[in-house]
């Protein structure tokens, strides 16, 4: 197995971050091993975690 990471320093506020990562409609378009074909749920989040006892 073989791990990528990378670190991008992005200058907008948080919450606007938190905003588009939020959306889970777009995921598909930004995945980079073609997992993701469509969001299971539209909804965004609107909390760090949206099922009790996940962090």
Do not use: K
């Not at 907008?12 to 995921?27: C, G, I, K, Q």
């Amino acid at each position: 197995m073989e791990n990528v990471s990378a670190t991008l320093t992005v200058a907008m506020p948080a919450a606007r971050v938190f905003v588009e990562l939020a959306d889970p409609t777009p995921h598909a378009a930004i995945d980079g091993i073609g997992w993701v074909s469509e969001a299971a749920d539209r909804a965004p989040l609107t909390e760090v975690s949206r099922y009790p006892g996940w962090t």
